[in-house]
Structure formats: structure tokens, C-alpha cells
């Protein structure tokens, strides 16, 4: 038990047993008279009061001032919460334990044997039931027994659960002391500090082998003051609606053996309804129907786990799975069955796939799937994803490299749209991305018309990647991330960051490369459809989201809009609306903005050249060839620049210099690139090498034993046939191989292209 | 003497006068009227209130069933969804009128503030439940909010709106005469 | 000498504690104070002992079960078991031990085990799938407490001793604090950070019980930063055995430049090697330093100081293919259409 008194000032404090409040001192009266008073009111004339739990010494407090009280016995496991309510709690508990009136027993409640009929009144006060251990307090086994121990006429309260936070608990609980055979009166209290922690209105029972009404809490006529409490008007807490009245009735009961109060309170939201399986399947469907198991854990993480659960199917044996599923032949109708033992036959020679099965095999993986997530899922640890590669933006960092904040606390899955702060005030102040992460803020400096005179086509005063001046620099921000180098610019362009000193500006079907430096158009640059194809696809997917956030707030909004001047929560709930709003207003104006690409093709790399950017390559004499809008292209080895005419200028330095700096970006993006696929290839070289030596020890074993079928071999902690190890570590080593060989290829394809990238630099930083 | 005051009394239980029909039955009686015709009065008379009764009962179903399905089929969309005005017109005047008209209605008596209260409060029941469930929803599909303070918004909201439709549907109800009761 | 599993006694956790701490294989949740965080937390937490005839203990395991009214799940033997894994045939006949341990739990559908295991996976786990997710982090970095903090530091790249220039210019101090109290500023801390970052954290409960505990067995500290007397980050650090862990960190929005995470760090290897701990566990990175990846960012952080990367093969399971085999009937019997 983790006992923890957060001491304010010395008369202020709070107590917690394993993480959970207990009480705070400045409302406890709350809870205790709430919990001791009514009952003690509603028993005929209380002389022995029995109390379990409530080692504070708060309940019997309120006990020992009742007149006509002879004897009180309380049952407590804990010695150290008996010791605090003797010494820190004795000033807030009136020394209630010190009282000569009080038996104190050491022991648990659950095992001690009571006197039948002896008590007028028991107070139950056991602390929330997190386990499946400490649920039995809330048993009908347990309130059974409480019941033999009531007198006749006695009257018995317990501390319940959150009728708000958790009502099916809560019900379950009603219903579990009425299949107790006792009468219930069931009623919610507002604690401060409870609703302050989250826990939400908290409920109490009243129980009797006779009736109890409301109107009998509406009487209640009470000997003694209260500090904190009406009474009288306790009987508001009383009234449930209809329906709830029903559940009272029908909720499960938790017992010994079946103790569904547990997951009731850790999954406010648990049913048994079976999963609704679509055919064939859609898996954002089916994972939707997952329950979340534990207030720790979010949908999002869920569907996370759920994707990391299918990659790790491949290292699940199927085939056993399913020769499993075949001897409870039984328990499946011939046509599953008939799939089944083809799938079988199938998987013995092959990889699933699951596009060419029938839809029982298609619904078997996806049962495979609901099955082991919610069996990970179950366990209230936050688990680390595996390989899960985030939204990550390469040149836009999220804050963590040089402005570290801290690193332990690892990311364990995505976040849900909007659920970031970066809507509220933040908005405006920098860039932001769909889930409201705000970055720090960055200034794209070029003249807002530059894609109107300064063209000069006609002129040519361009060529040569010429370095206009713009005679108005302005300072333009980025106002959403919408991709990793994606930017849309608060004045409705697209930015597309190539590396420190450079971007591609791209609006109105046109693409421009700029300094970022100077702001200065350094070359109109081919406006490749794709591109925008790709950035209006990207404007499009998030303005689906951002109208849907939209839509959300303001059918809020359109409740509790006009409280704005009030509340100071709908105030921040109205700016984060109007932000989205302006959001998607601007993106829907930079969308238009973007216009259609005014050249038409696709550009083709040349041969043996490598894409710097969209419009620019590297060829293979590491000369770098650009593309002008209208598909002319110019030539540049770094010192002189050549039009498609053939004529030959000297290159500007501006334009060097952004194309050094793009090519530097590149070299060591490749090169990252190129170490991280080299890490994961030794990775898988060490045991595609460990997995070769097991098969060579495989087949001398079955050589070794004259090929014997029969023979035996250890195959991790299994012990098979020599033949099947055989198989399986063959299909093993296969399966490894091919990932090396496409890590491979992917360094080779790297290693070309940073060995031109290094030559180029080098010859174009001379 | 006899024959007007049983005259008087079938006058007053077709107006709907019922206190003046049951003094003029009480002065039938005194006065010696026949047992028959004192007895037929007095069953017309129960009948008649039998039947303001029950028209008061089936009343105050239509006054709740308007509320609830009004209600009901607002909240098919969200306020925003109607359009604010259209919502505004619909939930704060329309229904709470409607309501007021049945509700007002079914009180029988001369008494403005008993048809008040009921339209009130049958309308503002039923805009609170609303309004609510309306916010619980909305509210549960928003992330980044936050939520300290939502009990109180809830409180705040539900509050004005039945006010607001319940002094609306109120002041309708009290405008309503009903042929029972005028006295 | 056949060895064989058995319940372990409350006698002997201090010397499974030492046992476990001075495994290579073993980290802190193989420890006593772990296991009485998770039955705090509702775990059902059993100790085992392997051992051979003559008692001599040779290696341990703590198992941890969440029971799940009605539900499947794993049992799990976090960051264990505690074994000579280096011996093939000895971990091979534990863990086939381990596997009928855990089949007498009717509700587990396989067991999890985690140990330090540097890839590529040993054979012996051969025909264990990989687990979908891992306890802790599988690629981690370590730093030699051996070295002092000047060598540390010399090794460390100049941004990071630039950023500690920074600190110590604005006058960044830091304090160690063993006070259960300041679990309440630090999840403060830890909540601004989720926000800021949109990442998950705990609720305030769990950090109760974890520090509740930690502090309990002197197994941890918490590393302050402040700034003009303002508490600018703080950070957890756990003890067991030769290393110092890294759990938690959390770090406010203000003062950002006066980089107040730098200095925690310093002052948390210092802490650790008066423990006489030889390595500091940065607690999670991409070992591949992927551009893309998600912990990315933590990564570059984290590899400012330097120290050696462990990769290791993370959690695997042990799947009862029967019981898995029951459950997914049971959900085929339950669609609507299955009897059409």
C-alpha cells in the first residue's frame, strides 16, 4: 500500500492511498457525514455500529457523535492508515480512535467473522476497487454476509463508485447489494476534491432488509450538527431518471468468480456486444469497435497497437493457428472449415495474402487481429510501438534537437487532429500542423509580386538563374505545416523548403526557385504537374479534417456561443473555431491560389541524371540541368550556365549558392539515409549469419541421423521434427534476405546518387 | 322557484360555470326540487367535469408530446445546423408557443399564473433535456478542448434556454381562456 | 546440474534484487521495487526462482499478469527473466519451465518475456514471434559512468557542451530532490510537456504510486532545474544495480533558451556514480537515426552526449496457439452470420 499525506500547511492537507485520493481536509465532512450521518439517522435508535474500512477515523467521528452510541467495531487491514488516523489524522478525527467506546481489529474485513444480527448499523468504507482483489469487497458474498450481521431494522451504508464517471459500475454495485437481498437507496454527493481529480460525482448506498425511500432521506431528522452537509438536502442526490432506475435492476452482479465490477470501473464503457464484422472486412471499422480498455489508454492508441499487432502477425505461426483451428472442428460449420483447410495447404507453401481469399480466411486474420490487440491492450502499461515512424519533419524540426526539452516519456502513439494547443492563442504566432502542433515560428522574405514583372521572359534578364532584386522585400510567414517541407504561406502560396538558403515558391500554376536569404527570384523553374497534383491532394486531405473539426466546434459554438463573454473556456473554444476557420479559409484561398500548373508533361529524369528537385537535375557529368517554365531547360556546370539556344553565360552567384546549398542538403540526407538503411543492414546481415549457421546445424543434424523423420531437434523451445526446423528456418533465412536485398539496393541507389551529390559539391564549390 | 334554479343551474354547466351551476344544484336542493332532476343536474355536472378533466389530461399530453417531438426532431441537427435564425424561431418561439397553447389549456380556472407555470415548465424541462444531450454530443467530438469548465457552461446554457422558451411558452399558456373555469 | 522453477520467498528478494542487478541481461523491473509498483497498480505479481537440487539460485523472474474480467492477455516477464542467457541450454530449459508457468494462468494467451539481449536474437527464442510492443524501449543509448564527467563530456558533441556553457551562463541550478511532494509540481511539468507535445502521459496516480515507491527503496531521484527561482524542468532517474535509468522528463515552455535540460543531466550521472553505477541509460532512441521516425528528434537529442547505442531484440511472445485457437472461434460463433 502507497501511502502518500500532501501536506499544505499544516492544517491543509490531502490523502492518498496507491494514487488515489482519499480525502482532502478542507471537505471531507462531505463525504463522511454524507457516508455515516444518513444511516445512522435512518437505523432505530443506533447502539452498535460496525465500520469496515475507514481506518482515518473520519466515519467513526461522525459515529461517536450520534447520541445513544454504546460500541463501535472497526475493521481495518491496514496498521499504518490506523496509525495515521491516530496520529497526523487524530486532530480532523477528534481522536475518534482513541475513543473507549471503540474495538479497533486489525484484520481484512472479508475473512473476519461477524455476529449475526448484532450490528444497527455498518458503514462500509473500503477504498476504490482498482483489482479484481480489492472488488470482492464489493461482492453479494461479501453483502451477504454484511446482511447477517444487521439486526433487524439495521441499516447499512457504503461508499460506492462514481455514478457520473462510471454508472454502469455504479449500477452494478446497487445491483450486486440488492441480489444481496437487501433493499438499496442510492445517492450521489459533489465532493470538491473528488470532482477536482477527475473522479466526478461520488455515489453512496443505503441498504435495509426493508424498504428505504427517498422521502425517508427528504425526513431526515438528524440529532447533531453537520459542518458541511444539509441533509435534508442530500434526497436531491437521490433522484435517477427512468432508465437508470432500470439499470439498477438489471446490471450484472459482480460475485466471486465473476467479478465484472473490475472492468466496469476500468472501462466506464465496457459491453459485451460481439465485434460487427463487415465482409470483407473494413479494419477502421473493426478497430473502432475495440473497447479501450483503461482510462490510461485513447482510441488512438489503440488503432496504433492495432497496426503493430498486424506487422507482428508475420512472426505469428499461422499455419499452427490454423491446424488449431481445424481439430475444433466441432465448433465450425463446414464451409469455414473447407477455407480453412485450404488456407492451411496455402500457408505451408506461401506468404498470406489476403486479397485473393474468401472472406472467412479474410475474417480469420481480422479476428486474429481484434484478439491479439485487445489482449496487449489489456495491461494498463504504456508499451512502446515498434518501428513506428511518425509524422517526423526532416527539415522542420519539432522542437526537440536544439531546443531540447527533455527525452524520457516516449511518443507511444499518434495524436488525434486538433488535439493540440496550436489552434488557441498560439495561432498565428508560427507555423502549425493538423494536430495542432505548434512549431517555432520562420519568416520567407521575397517580394509578395514576384510572380508578375519579375518574370521577365522576355527580356531574359533571368537567364543565367538571374539574381532580381524585388524592389519590395516583405516578410511572409508560414501559416500550416502540411508536409514534411510543405508549407502554406499566411499569404496563400506554397512554399516547398529545399534546404537553408533556398525554396521553391509555388502559386498561381507557377514554380520559382528564391534565396531565402535576399528573398530574391533566382529562376522560374518548370511547374511540374505532379506537384501540384501532390499539393493540392495534401491541401485536400487536411481541409477534410479541418472541416470536420470545424463542423464540431461549431455545432458546439452554436450552443454555448453567446457565453463567450463569460466563460472564459468557450472564449479560447470561439478563437480555436475562428483560427480553423480562418485556417481553412486561407488554405481553400491557397488552393485556388495555386491555380493549375501552367506547363503540361511530366518531366522525365534524364538518363543517368538524379532529381535535386521538381524541375532540376543532376546529370550524370554532374552538370545540373533546370527546366524553365515551357519545358527550355538551361545547363549549368557551376561557372557557366547554357541555354537550350545553345548560348552560354557566366552563372550568378546567388544562384550557385542556393544550388550548392540544395545539393549539401541532399548529400546529407543521403548520407543519413544511407547510415540508417547500413545500421539496419548489419542488423539483419548478424542474423541472416545467425540464422544460416542454425540452418547448416539443421541439415548435418538430419544428415548426421541418416534423414531420419523422426528425429528430433530443438527449434527454439520447441521441439520438432528436424525436417520442419529445417523448413522453417529456410523460410526464416529467405524472408531476411529478401530484406537485405532490398536494404541494398536501397544503399546502392543511395551510394550512386551521394557519390554524384559529393562530385557535384565538389565541383561546384570550386 | 325551483324550475329556474335547475334552469339556472343547466345555463351555468353549459358555460362551463361550474362553481354556479353546483350553488344553483345546492338551491335546488334546499328549496325541495325533485330528487330526479336534482340527481340528473348533478350527473350532468359530473359529467361535464369529466370530460374538462380529461380534455385538461390529453392537453397536457399534447403539450409534452409537442415538446418532446419538437424538441426531438431539432435535435436531429445541431443548432448550427438549422441555421441559428431558423433554430432560434423553431425552439425558442414555435415549440415553446405550441406547448404553451396545449398547456394553457389544460388548466381550468381563471388563474394566468397556474397556466404560466405549467407552460414553463413542461417547455423548460424539455429545452434543459435538450440542450444538454445537444452539448454532451458536441462536446464529446472536440480534442483539444478544455473541459474544466464544462459543468457550468452546461448549467449556464441549459438555465437560459428554459427560461428564455419557458417564459415564452408560459406567457403563451396564460393568454389561453378556456370556456371551463371563467367564473 | 538440472535446475528447475519454484515460487520464490520473501527471504530471498534482496538477493534476487542483487541477483538481477548484476545481470547484463536484467534491468530494474526485475527488481523488488518494481514489482511492488505494479501490485500497486493492480498487477498480479508472482516471483520465481530457478535453481537446481542443491538451491543454488541461478537465475529469477518476476511474472506480471493484469487480471481482465473476461479478457486474454499476456503474461509478462518485464525486462527478464533473469538468466545466464549466454548458456543455450540452460536459458532453453527456463523458458520451457517459464511456459508451464504460465499455462497453469487459464487466462493468458502466451508469455512475454524482455531481456537485455543485444540483436540478433539468440536461438534459443527462435520460435517466438515478435511482440507488438516492448516494455521499454528496445535501441537504447548508455553512457560510461566509468569515464569522468570531463571525459564524458570531451566525447560529447560540442553542441551539447555549448548548451551546458549556456545553462551554467544564465545561471541554471540544479537541486536532487527524494520528496514524494514534488510529484506534484513534476506532473505539472509533465502535463505542460504532453500538451506542448501532444504525446501521452499517465494520470496523476500512477506517478504517486511510482514515486511513492521508488522513494521508498532510495531507488530514485528526481533532478531539478531552475531559473531565477523558477522550476524550469525536471527529470526522474531510477537505480538499479550498475545503471541509472532515465524514466520521465518534463520541461516548461518558459526560459526555453536558458536550456535547463542540459544541466539535469550532469548532475543525474553525477548522482549516479556516487551509487556506483557504471552506466546511464538515456532510455530510448532510434538506433537506425532515421530522419523520419518519431523519436527522432529525442534521438539527436540523446546522442548529443555521446555513448554507446544498445540494440536489442525487444519483447518476444510465446503464443498458446490452442488458447489463441479457442478465442478466435469463440468470436467466429458470435458473427451475426455465422450459422447462414
Redesign the interface.
Known amino acids: 500500500m502507497n501511502l502518500y499525506l500532501h501536506q499544505r500547511t499544516p492544517e491543509s492537507f490531502s490523502f492518498y492511498i496507491d494514487g488515489n485520493l482519499q480525502f482532502d481536509s478542507a471537505d471531507e465532512a462531505i463525504y463522511h457525514e454524507s457516508l455515516a450521518l444518513p444511516v445512522l439517522c435512518l437505523a432505530t435508535q443506533p447502539k452498535r455500529v460496525l465500520i469496515c474500512g475507514g481506518g482515518d477515523g473520519l466515519a467513526l467521528r461522525e459515529v461517536l457523535r450520534f447520541p445513544g452510541i454504546q460500541e463501535v467495531v472497526l475493521i481495518d487491514c491496514s496498521n499504518d492508515v490506523l496509525d495515521l488516523g491516530r496520529n497526523q489524522f487524530a486532530e480532523l478525527n477528534d481522536q475518534s480512535l482513541s475513543d473507549s467506546r471503540v474495538t479497533i481489529v486489525v484484520a481484512d474485513a472479508l475473512n473476519y467473522a461477524l455476529p449475526t444480527a448484532y450490528f444497527d448499523t455498518i458503514i462500509c468504507d473500503f477504498t476504490f476497487p482498482t483489482t479484481l482483489e480489492s472488488a470482492e469487497g464489493f461482492s453479494v458474498e461479501w453483502y451477504e454476509k454484511l446482511a447477517q450481521a444487521l439486526s433487524s431494522g439495521g441499516k447499512m451504508a457504503i461508499n460506492a463508485v462514481s455514478p457520473q464517471n462510471t454508472f454502469d459500475a455504479f449500477a452494478c454495485l446497487v445491483s450486486t447489494i440488492r441480489a444481496a437481498n437487501l433493499q438499496t437507496l442510492p445517492f450521489r454527493v459533489c465532493i470538491p476534491s473528488f470532482r477536482d481529480q477527475g473522479y466526478g460525482a461520488w455515489g453512496f448506498i443505503l441498504a435495509s432488509k426493508e424498504r428505504l425511500t427517498i422521502r425517508q432521506l427528504q425526513n431526515l431528522s438528524c440529532p447533531i450538527s453537520t459542518q458541511q452537509v444539509e441533509l435534508s438536502a442530500l434526497a436531491r442526490g437521490a433522484h435517477f431518471t427512468a432508465a437508470q432506475r432500470y439499470q439498477f435492476h438489471v446490471a450484472p452482479v459482480n460475485r466471486a468468480g465473476d467479478m465484472i465490477l473490475q472492468r466496469l470501473l476500468v472501462n466506464p464503457e465496457a459491453s459485451n456486444k460481439s465485434l460487427n464484422f463487415d465482409t470483407p472486412p473494413e479494419f477502421p471499422n473493426l478497430l473502432q469497435q475495440i473497447e479501450v480498455s483503461h482510462p490510461y489508454h485513447s482510441r488512438s492508441m489503440i488503432e496504433t497497437l492495432a497496426e503493430h499487432v498486424a506487422g507482428s502477425l508475420q512472426s505469428i505461426d499461422l499455419k499452427k493457428l490454423v491446424s488449431e483451428l481445424l481439430k475444433r472442428a466441432q465448433s465450425l460449420p463446414r464451409r469455414i472449415l473447407d477455407e480453412l483447410e485450404v488456407l492451411r495447404e496455402y500457408l505451408s507453401r506461401t506468404v498470406l495474402d489476403l486479397e485473393i481469399w474468401g472472406k472467412w480466411a479474410t475474417r480469420l486474420f481480422a479476428t486474429l487481429l481484434i484478439v491479439m490487440t485487445i489482449a496487449n491492450s489489456i495491461s494498463p502499461d504504456p508499451a512502446f510501438a515498434k518501428g513506428h515512424s511518425g509524422l517526423g519533419h526532416s527539415s522542420f524540426s519539432r522542437g526537440f534537437s536544439s531546443h531540447e526539452t527533455f527525452g524520457g516519456g516516449l511518443p507511444t502513439g499518434p495524436r488525434?487532429?486538433?488535439?493540440?494547443?496550436g489552434?488557441?492563442s498560439n495561432y498565428g504566432t508560427g507555423p502549425v500542423d493538423v494536430y495542432?502542433y505548434h512549431y517555432p515560428p520562420r519568416i520567407y522574405i521575397y517580394n509578395n509580386d514576384w510572380y508578375g514583372s519579375s518574370y521577365g521572359y522576355s527580356s531574359g534578364s533571368n537567364r543565367g538563374g538571374g539574381g532580381h532584386q524585388p524592389h519590395q522585400q516583405l516578410q511572409h510567414k508560414p501559416l500550416f505545416v502540411l508536409d514534411d517541407d510543405l508549407l502554406a504561406m499566411d499569404n496563400g502560396d506554397f512554399v516547398v523548403t529545399l534546404s537553408d538558403k533556398a525554396f521553391l515558391l509555388v502559386s498561381n500554376g507557377k514554380v520559382t526557385l528564391m534565396d531565402s536569404t535576399t528573398g530574391a527570384v533566382i529562376q522560374p523553374i518548370y511547374a511540374e504537374p505532379k506537384l501540384f497534383d501532390q499539393i493540392r491532394q495534401e491541401v485536400n486531405n487536411q481541409s477534410g479534417d479541418l472541416d470536420t473539426?470545424i463542423r464540431?466546434?461549431?455545432?458546439?459554438?452554436?450552443?454555448?456561443g453567446w457565453?463567450a463573454d463569460?466563460?472564459?473556456?468557450?472564449r479560447?473554444?470561439n478563437l480555436?473555431y475562428l483560427n480553423l476557420q480562418d485556417l481553412k479559409r486561407r488554405l481553400g484561398v491557397a488552393g485556388k491560389k495555386l491555380g493549375e500548373s501552367s506547363d503540361h508533361g511530366s518531366l522525365e529524369v534524364p538518363n543517368g541524371g538524379i532529381e535535386l528537385f521538381v524541375g532540376c537535375h543532376i546529370l550524370a557529368d554532374n552538370r545540373v540541368q533546370i527546366y524553365s517554365p515551357g519545358g527550355k531547360y538551361q545547363t549549368t556546370d557551376g561557372i557557366t550556365i547554357t541555354g537550350s539556344d545553345g548560348k552560354t553565360s557566366k552563372i550568378s552567384p546567388q544562384f550557385k549558392t542556393v544550388i550548392v546549398s540544395v545539393i549539401k542538403k541532399m548529400v546529407t540526407e543521403t548520407q543519413q539515409d544511407m547510415d540508417s538503411d547500413r545500421k539496419d543492414l548489419q542488423s539483419l546481415q548478424q542474423e541472416a549469419t545467425a540464422t544460416q549457421m542454425d540452418l547448416s546445424e539443421y541439415q548435418n543434424l538430419q544428415m548426421q541421423n541418416s534423414y531420419d523423420p523422426d528425429y528430433e531437434v530443438d527449434y527454439g523451445t520447441d521441439s520438432i521434427p528436424v525436417g520442419q526446423a529445417i523448413q522453417k528456418t529456410s523460410q526464416d533465412l529467405a524472408e531476411i534476405q529478401r530484406e537485405i536485398q532490398t536494404l541494398q539496393l536501397s544503399i546502392q541507389t543511395s551510394e550512386q546518387h551521394l557519390a554524384r551529390f559529393q562530385t557535384a559539391l565538389h565541383s561546384w564549390s570550386e | 322557484m325551483s324550475h329556474s334554479e335547475a334552469q339556472a343551474a343547466r345555463e351555468a354547466i353549459a358555460q362551463g360555470h361550474v362553481d354556479q351551476a353546483l350553488h344553483h344544484i345546492n338551491n335546488l336542493t334546499m328549496i325541495g326540487g325533485h330528487d330526479a332532476e336534482v340527481q340528473e343536474l348533478q350527473q350532468r355536472l359530473w359529467h361535464y367535469n369529466n370530460s374538462i378533466n380529461k380534455r385538461n389530461l390529453n392537453l397536457q399530453f399534447y403539450a409534452v408530446g409537442c415538446a418532446v417531438l419538437g424538441y426531438g426532431l431539432l435535435s436531429l441537427e445541431?443548432?448550427?445546423?438549422w441555421g441559428?435564425p431558423m433554430?432560434g424561431l423553431l425552439s425558442l418561439i414555435g415549440i415553446p408557443t405550441m406547448v404553451g397553447v396545449f398547456a394553457g389549456g389544460s388548466v381550468t380556472g381563471n388563474s394566468k399564473s397556474a397556466r404560466f407555470w405549467r407552460s414553463f415548465t413542461i417547455t423548460a424541462i424539455a429545452i434543459a433535456v435538450y440542450?444538454l444531450v445537444?452539448?454532451l454530443l458536441?462536446?464529446s467530438?472536440?480534442?483539444?478542448?478544455?473541459?474544466?469548465?464544462?459543468i457550468?457552461?452546461f448549467l449556464?446554457?441549459m438555465i437560459v434556454h428554459g427560461i428564455v422558451a419557458g417564459v415564452v411558452s408560459g406567457f403563451t399558456g396564460s393568454l389561453i381562456r378556456t370556456k371551463a373555469g371563467a367564473n | 546440474m538440472a535446475a528447475f522453477w519454484r515460487p520464490a520467498q520473501p527471504s530471498e528478494f534482496i538477493e534476487l534484487d542483487q541477483l538481477a542487478g548484476k545481470s547484463r541481461f536484467a534491468g530494474f523491473m526485475q527488481s523488488n521495487f518494481w514489482a511492488e509498483f505494479k501490485k500497486l497498480e493492480g498487477f498480479d505479481v508472482t516471483r520465481w526462482v530457478w535453481a537446481d537440487s542443491s538451491d543454488e539460485v541461478r537465475g529469477s523472474t518476476t511474472i506480471l499478469r493484469f487480471p481482465y474480467h473476461g479478457e486474454s492477455g499476456f503474461a509478462v516477464c518485464p525486462e527478464g527473466p533473469v538468466l545466464d542467457w549466454d548458456n543455450e541450454s540452460e536459458s532453453r530449459e527456463a523458458l520451457r519451465g517459464l511456459i508451464e508457468i504460465a499455462k497453469q494462468f487459464p487466462e493468458v494467451l502466451g508469455l512475454r518475456v524482455e531481456p537485455h539481449l543485444p540483436i540478433p536474437a539468440p536461438r534459443v527464442l527462435r520460435n517466438w514471434a515478435d511482440a507488438p510492443t516492448d516494455l521499454i524501449p528496445a535501441d537504447t543509448l548508455a553512457l560510461d559512468l566509468n569515464l569522468t564527467e570531463d571525459e564524458l563530456l570531451a566525447a560529447a558533441h560540442p553542441k551539447c557542451r555549448y548548451n551546458l556553457r549556456i545553462a551554467a551562463k544564465h545561471g541554471v541550478t540544479v537541486q536532487s530532490i527524494q520528496d514524494q511532494s514534488f510529484t506534484h509540481e513534476f506532473y505539472a511539468l509533465l502535463t505542460e510537456t504532453s500538451s506542448r507535445t501532444g504525446f501521452y502521459i499517465e494520470p496523476f496516480g500512477f506517478f504517486l504510486n511510482l514515486v511513492g515507491t521508488l522513494f521508498k527503496h532510495n531507488a530514485a531521484e528526481f533532478f531539478v532545474s531552475r531559473y531565477e527561482g523558477e522550476v524550469l524542468a525536471a527529470i526522474l532517474v531510477v537505480y538499479f544495480g550498475n545503471r541509472a535509468t532515465y524514466l520521465y522528463g518534463g520541461s516548461s515552455s518558459r526560459h526555453r533558451k536558458v536550456m535547463p535540460v542540459y544541466p539535469l543531466h550532469v548532475a543525474a550521472m553525477n548522482a549516479a556514480r556516487e551509487r556506483h553505477c557504471t552506466e546511464y541509460d538515456m532510455y530510448g532512441i532510434d538506433a537506425s537515426e532515421r530522419r523520419d521516425h518519431l523519436y527522432a528528434g529525442i534521438t539527436r537529442f540523446k546522442k548529443q552526449w555521446g555513448g554507446r547505442v544498445e540494440r536489442r531484440v525487444g519483447a518476444r511472445d510465446y503464443v498458446f496457439y490452442d488458447r489463441l485457437a479457442d478465442l478466435v472461434v469463440k468470436q467466429i460463433q458470435s458473427m451475426p452470420d455465422f450459422q447462414s
Open positions: 488525434a487532429p486538433m488535439s493540440g494547443n489552434f488557441r495542432g473539426e464540431h466546434r461549431r455545432d458546439w459554438l452554436s450552443w454555448t457565453t463569460l466563460i472564459p473556456t468557450v479560447a473554444d480555436e | 445541431s443548432p448550427a445546423g441559428l433554430w440542450t445537444g452539448m458536441s462536446r467530438k472536440m480534442d483539444s478542448a478544455d473541459k474544466s469548465l464544462d457550468a457552461i449556464l446554457v
